[in-house]
């Protein structure tokens, strides 16, 4: 019996193509997470303002919410960017958990401000808020909602070919901050009609929707770091690659899961045993460049086994 095992090895080529893509990655992730610290900076300096000069609790509410943006974008920011980061011999398979990680903090936090914006709503019907009209109010609010979703849209045109988890969610985290500036304005305008009280219904119902958001943000990004198994479909699409290969009679021992954002891939292959060991090098590494084409594939562990030897006749069929 003749088993081999073989490892992908690329060319200097291919690696300094993937090295400039990495680097290319890393700016725009860079750019765009920058672009999330300075947006909400200004927002919360225009909304503070605006709250403290006419005791707008909304106002006010709305950029302490921001506050805690700057901090998961700063994070983001400084953590986030480690995933480009080459393997080390501390992380010999890379980085790629701290991008979901980053994602899950993002996460943790929207949670979080979602559950005291749902406490303050609850408060103003209890209580009653207490704020001075000015159309200086609405003109913060129109502000911080143009300033939300310009840079909502960069982050969500940079992560098209980024890819980013740690970007999606804080593109969720802007597209949020707009809802709970769409609940203050409503608030400000019904203190102008003498309906006060609009500004807490609409804050409690905006408060679940940004709670429900990051729950599914958490809910995602746990996936990624306990290294679940990916949908149905993409497994079926790996093992399809593997048995396509003119050279493979037979696919065993699959497993395909998650390490970080990008997929792991290991299975036993069943060759020819009469194979030459170029030839057999030959067939793995066409085999391994056909996965990694596949979208988020990343490491690929496979095992060569001669066809026809039974030492597998009660493996389970992937």
């Known amino acids: ?23 290319r990655e890393r700016r725009g992730f860079t750019r765009a997470t920058v672009v999330n610290v300075v947006g909400n900076a200004v927002k919360i ?47 010999p398979h890379g980085h790629q958990r701290v991008e979901p990680l980053a ?14 914006l749902l406490y303050e709503s609850a408060l103003g019907l209890i209580e009653g808020p207490s704020v001075d009209f000015s159309p200086l109010l609405v003109g913060s609010l129109v502000f911080a909602m143009a300033d939300m979703y310009l840079v909502y849209w960069y982050t969500v045109r940079v ?13 969720i985290d802007c597209r949020n901050d707009i809802y709970t500036s769409i609940a203050a304005l409503a608030g400000v305008i019904g203190v102008f009609f003498g309906y006060p009280v609009l500004d807490a219904l609409a804050g409690g119902l905006v408060s679940l929707l940004v709670v429900y958001q990051g729950v599914e943000i958490g809910r995602e990004n746990v996936s990624y770091l306990i290294g ?10 790996v093992a399809d690659v593997l048995r396509s290969h003119s050279a493979v009679s037979g696919v065993h021992d699959l497993v395909v899961f998650y390490d970080g954002t990008d997929l792991e891939v290991e299975a036993h292959v069943e ?9 057999a090098h030959d067939i793995e590494t066409d085999l391994v460049t056909s996965l990694r084409d596949l979208e988020d594939v990343g490491d690929v562990h496979l095992h060569l086994d001669p066809a026809g030897i039974g030492e597998w006749k009660d493996a389970t069929e992937e």
């Not at 994070?75 to 960017?81: A, E, F, I």
């Not at 679940?228 to 079926?236: G, I, M």
């Open 1 to 23: 019996m003749r088993t081999v095992r073989i490892y992908f090895a690329v060319s200097d080529t291919a690696v300094a193509e993937a090295g400039l893509d990495a680097d």
């Open 45 to 91: 300096v225009v909304e503070a303002a605006a709250g403290l000069a006419f005791g707008s609790v909304a106002l006010l509410a709305d950029a302490a919410h921001s506050v805690a943006d700057l901090v998961a974008s700063v994070v983001v920011l400084v953590w986030g960017r480690s995933v480009y980061d080459d393997p080390d011999e501390t992380h």
């Open 103 to 116: 994602a899950l903090f993002v996460g943790s936090v929207i949670v979080l401000l979602g559950l005291n």
């Open 159 to 171: 992560n098209t070919t980024v890819g980013s988890s740690a970007l999606d969610a804080l593109a």
């Open 228 to 237: 679940a198994a990916p949908s149905d479909e993409q497994c079926r699409a």
């Open 271 to 279: 060759v020819d045993g009469e194979l030459t060991l170029i030839e």
